[in-house]
């Protein structure tokens, strides 16, 4: 059954990590036919394929690069996915793994740069602004992400 743009249905998927009581944090993030979202724990949990009503457990990428498990936000910018913590930015490209999460780590894009809050972000123009927060500094700033590398 297609949804309708402007409809809403709630998820009840017995997976799904509120229905763990887990919470999830900010706006989810859709890309190739998977939904994103990211809870306070760190962990980028994904839909399955086609069907954002269906969940499990199992499918999940941590937000570990640096250590933290604090996630604030998952954003999608071009074809990545971005999970933003307290304290950094890790970008994910779809791998297409059969197992887990389709998501996997690109290497060369992270950053020290968190996100101050869970909704602190627009894309504008293909470019990703958002309030930041460096990990050494702890002065917020507006962080613009043309590309894929991140300047205040």
């Known amino acids: 059954m297609a949804l309708a743009h402007n ?5 009840i998927d017995a ?3 509120t229905v763990l009581s887990i919470p ?10 998977y939904l994103f979202i990211i809870t306070g724990n760190g962990k980028i949990f994904n839909s399955n394929l086609n069907d954002p ?3 499990v457990t199992t499918n999940f990428i941590s937000t570990n690069f640096y250590g933290e498990k604090d996630g604030v936000a ?7 996915i971005l999970g933003f913590t307290t304290s950094s ?3 994910f490209h779809n791998a297409g793994n059969a197992t887990g999460s389709p998501l996997s780590r690109v290497e060369n894009i992270n950053y020290r740069i968190g996100m101050a809050g869970s909704d602190a972000w627009t894309v504008i123009d293909d470019v990703l602004y958002f309030v930041g927060v460096p990990a050494n500094s702890g002065f917020a700033g507006i962080y613009a992400l043309d590309g894929f590398t991140p300047r205040k």
Not at 24 to 33: I, R
């Open 24 to 33: 999830v944090q900010g706006s989810p993030a859709y890309l190739d036919g």
């Open 15 to 17: 997976d799904y990590p």
């Open 74 to 80: 998952v954003v999608r910018y071009k074809n990545l």
């Open 89 to 91: 930015m890790q970008a």
């Open 7 to 11: 409809a809403v249905a709630k998820i």
């Open 53 to 55: 009503n269906g969940w």
